[in-house]
């Protein structure tokens, strides 16, 4: 494929955008200006590149050398019966959205709980609702990222999600994001805006799905906010086809006594872009940050976590495990940063990885940056290979190899599923980490602390 100068490329996102001004001429003027705002942005800095130190792991160029279409929403119908196995079971409801547009045929908004709000966040924004003018991109810094200028200057739809206060939700709210290749290579740039306001609880899942082969670029931002003593978990699930490229963000910010979960599932894509960036505002506060990426071939995932502790007496856990075969790529890059008024931090980081191929590759860099003075505060990263000494004990208990290796794998990888407090989800991930697994295996009752190992420490 030729390269692109950047003056082609932004030659291309400028009649992008124009085109959508042209559809969008009726939104309101505070939108259009965070809009135009974000794509000045973006004109100025550009795409990243491995200078910068955010992505110095991760060449972009993939994407930014890609002349990009926005994604039609003219596609084949999908029928319900296509999407069956990518169904959350148990769910409480679910948006669809097809090519980054929310698509009300394929959704399930029935059984939502009174006065809980589920909803497409263009109609949202239709409606001239306050509380999406008051939240939608109040903290993200677009001038820091390019991917999250991007995405506030192109987004269409999304998921619009407001719990009131004193709301429990039981089972998970799911977002299921598919999309559709064409002819050409496309682009879809989802927006989701999460509120769970104080003493309320909830889970919701993000799934990003591929239907057909061929390049698609996904670039969502999703913005949580969690209100006092809230309880939010978040989780991503990224399977999208081997040609697909895909740049998620999840922004939170919390209030005090709040706890928010980060879980993160990557198995799919070319280049993946994974970035969770808690923001932890509120006095005692508590954020866990849980992963794993499985990557195959030629597959780039990459994990860049950013924690800030803004305010004292919070807690932070991070914990990542990568598995990698063939010629596969890995990074995970934690950054915590603990600001001067955050005393009694407390903050731990940890990243596994194992290498299944001697052409497999891992960069891992956990970093501190501390401004105050009494905090608690660790980080380390291993890298290994399956441990000789238990796959012996397994083949002396007459387990065949394969057998002994998916165990092991499996065992590993339920290290970061056995994290997750929500069942139905939980489960379901269980089921399909076993598909993606080297060592394709069927259900061991094993977890990732029934199997001891030895590491490389490298940090």
Not at 236 to 245: C, G, H, Y
Not at 345 to 351: I, M, S
Request: contains cysteine.
């Amino acid at each position: 494929m030729r390269a692109i100068s950047t003056t082609e490329r932004l030659d291309n996102y400028l009649k992008a955008f124009e085109e959508l001004e042209k559809h969008t001429a009726q939104e309101s003027t505070w939108l259009r200006s965070l809009r135009e705002g974000a794509f000045d942005g973006f004109c100025e800095n550009g795409f990243p590149t491995t200078r910068d130190e955010d992505w110095r792991f991760t060449n972009p160029s993939a994407i930014s050398q890609t002349q990009f279409q926005l994604a039609s929403d003219v596609y084949e119908p999908i029928v319900h019966a296509s999407l069956q196995p990518f169904l959350i079971p148990g769910a409480v409801c679910r948006l669809v959205f097809v090519n980054g547009r929310f698509v009300s045929a394929l959704s399930d908004l029935e059984s939502l709980p009174t006065g809980v709000k589920v909803n497409s966040l263009a109609k949202e924004i239709a409606e001239e609702t306050s509380t999406v003018k008051q939240n939608l991109g109040r903290y993200l810094n677009i001038e820091r990222d390019a991917f999250g200028a991007l995405n506030t200057a192109f987004f269409e739809d999304g998921a619009f999600i407001h719990l009131p206060r004193r709301v429990v939700l039981e089972a998970p709210i799911s977002l299921l994001f598919i999309s559709v290749q064409g002819s050409e290579p496309a682009m879809a740039h989802p927006r989701n805006l999460i509120m769970v306001d104080e003493d309320s609880q909830a889970s919701i899942v993000e799934d990003y799905i591929s239907l057909g082969s061929g390049v698609f670029f996904s670039n969502v931002v999703t913005e949580l906010i969690a209100g006092d003593n809230a309880v939010a978990s978040h989780y991503l699930i990224e399977r999208e086809d081997r040609e697909a490229l895909n740049v998620s963000t999840l922004l939170t910010r919390q209030g005090r006594s709040s706890n928010v979960v980060s879980h993160s599932v990557l198995l799919g894509g070319a280049l993946v872009r994974n970035n969770v960036h808690p923001v932890l505002a509120g006095e005692g506060a508590e954020c866990l940050i849980n992963g794993l990426f499985i990557g195959k071939e030629r597959q780039h995932l990459d994990n860049y976590m950013l924690v800030e502790h803004a305010s004292p007496h919070c807690s932070s856990r991070q914990f990542y495990n990568g598995i990698l075969d063939d010629q596969a790529h890995g990074v995970f890059h934690g950054r915590i940063i603990v600001h001067k008024d955050a005393q009694k931090t407390d903050a731990k980081q940890t990243n596994r990885n194992l290498l299944l191929s001697d052409n497999a590759q891992i960069d891992t860099k956990p970093q501190l940056e501390i401004y105050a003075d009494d905090v608690k505060c660790t980080h380390g990263a291993t890298i290994g290979q399956v441990e000789e000494e238990a796959l012996f004990y397994l083949r002396t208990r007459g387990v065949d190899e394969a057998s002994a290796r998916g165990l092991l794998l499996y065992a590993f990888a339920s290290e970061c599923l056995d994290r997750m407090s929500c069942t139905l989800v939980r489960e379901y991930l269980q089921q399909q980490v076993q598909q993606w697994l080297p060592e394709g295996i069927l259900a061991p009752a094993l977890t990732g602390s029934d199997i001891e190992r030895r590491w490389e420490e490298v940090g």
